[in-house]
């Protein structure tokens, strides 16, 4: 194989909201022939493909690619190197191809590992991305919490099962955003408690979807509710402004 004629382009559909999707990001889906949608093993349909589907043509090809959750490196690269094959065999047919994401594609993504197998065998393949809201930015925005101000910092973790590089972020001072707290809850919110910090977190449950809430301090929450799962983003602001 000497070349691929075909394109990929990695396009952010935002956190939930069709609506929140960019002008160019569904300009890029309603031309694909081809999109790749990720999808946790045992779920429904993969959110992204809901939120991205009233933004694609009609008879557009749809291939979901189906992701395992270890945390194991090797483990995971066997399954993008799987999905890379499917998606370079697409490229070599010339086909234009979409690959979808919640929130941004280079933002904890699977976009990421996707890339990374696709460039890791020749022949290079062409390369896109259409960046997305990301969740964080969704979340500040629906609970009204200025991210970033002045010289302050601002800290994305990815979720909460290392306490210790919370208690780092939080001593950089600004804020820090941690995505999927869901399990981790109950133990974040005694490292909060002891820094006097319960009633300046705001957490935001799913941002842009059915069942989209606030909840600000966490004093009277309780942590194992309903409601407060890996789609929620806490906002931590350590120091009043």
Same mark, same amino acid.
């Given at each position: 194989?000497?070349?691929?004629?075909?394109? $990929?382009?990695?396009?952010?559909?935002?956190?939930?909201?069709?609506?929140?999707?960019?002008? %160019?990001?569904?300009?890029?889906?309603?031309?694909?022939?081809?999109?790749? *949608?990720?999808?946790?093993?045992?779920?429904?349909?993969?959110?992204?493909?809901?939120?991205? %589907? +009233?933004?694609?043509?009609?008879?557009?090809? @749809?291939?979901?690619?189906? =992701?395992?959750?270890?945390?194991?490196?090797?483990?995971?690269?066997?399954?993008?190197?799987?999905?890379?094959?499917?998606?370079?065999?697409?490229? *070599?047919?010339?086909?234009?191809?979409? =690959? !979808?994401?919640?929130?941004?594609?280079?933002?904890?993504?699977?976009?990421? =590992?996707?890339? %990374?197998?696709?460039?890791?065998?020749?022949?290079?393949?062409?390369? %896109?991305?259409? +960046?997305?809201?990301?969740? @964080?930015?969704? *979340?500040?925005?629906?609970?009204?919490?200025?991210?970033? /101000?002045?010289?302050?910092?601002?800290?994305?973790? +990815?979720?909460?099962?290392?306490?210790?590089?919370?208690?780092?972020?939080?001593?950089?001072?600004?804020?820090?955003?941690?995505?999927?707290?869901?399990?981790?809850?109950?133990? @974040?919110?005694? $490292?909060?408690?002891?820094?006097?910090?319960?009633?300046?977190?705001? !957490? #935001?449950?799913?941002?842009?979807?059915?069942?989209?809430?606030? @909840?600000?301090?966490?004093? #009277?929450?309780?942590?194992? /509710?309903?409601?407060?799962?890996?789609?929620?983003?806490?906002?931590?602001?350590?120091? +009043?402004?």
């Amino acid at each position: 194989m000497s070349g691929m004629s075909g394109v $990929l382009t990695g396009v952010g559909v935002g956190p939930g909201d069709p609506e929140l999707m960019t002008l %160019r990001g569904a300009r890029t889906l309603r031309e694909a022939d081809i999109v790749f *949608a990720p999808k946790a093993p045992g779920s429904g349909e993969s959110l992204a493909l809901a939120i991205a %589907r +009233p933004h694609m043509r009609s008879g557009a090809e @749809v291939a979901v690619l189906e =992701y395992g959750m270890s945390t194991a490196a090797e483990e995971r690269a066997a399954i993008w190197r799987k999905h890379a094959a499917t998606v370079v065999a697409a490229l *070599a047919e010339g086909k234009n191809a979409v =690959y !979808i994401t919640i929130g941004d594609p280079l933002l904890y993504s699977t976009f990421t =590992y996707l890339v %990374r197998e696709i460039e890791a065998a020749p022949p290079a393949a062409k390369i %896109r991305t259409v +960046p997305g809201i990301d969740s @964080v930015s969704a *979340a500040a925005a629906l609970a009204g919490v200025p991210l970033g /101000e002045g010289e302050r910092p601002v800290t994305i973790l +990815p979720g909460c099962d290392d306490q210790d590089l919370l208690a780092r972020a939080l001593d950089l001072g600004g804020v820090v955003a941690v995505m999927k707290i869901g399990k981790t809850l109950p133990g @974040v919110a005694a $490292l909060l408690d002891g820094r006097g910090l319960l009633e300046r977190a705001v !957490i #935001a449950a799913r941002v842009g979807l059915d069942g989209e809430r606030i @909840v600000r301090g966490l004093s #009277a929450l309780d942590a194992h /509710e309903p409601g407060v799962g890996n789609m929620s983003i806490l906002l931590i602001d350590p120091e +009043p402004i």
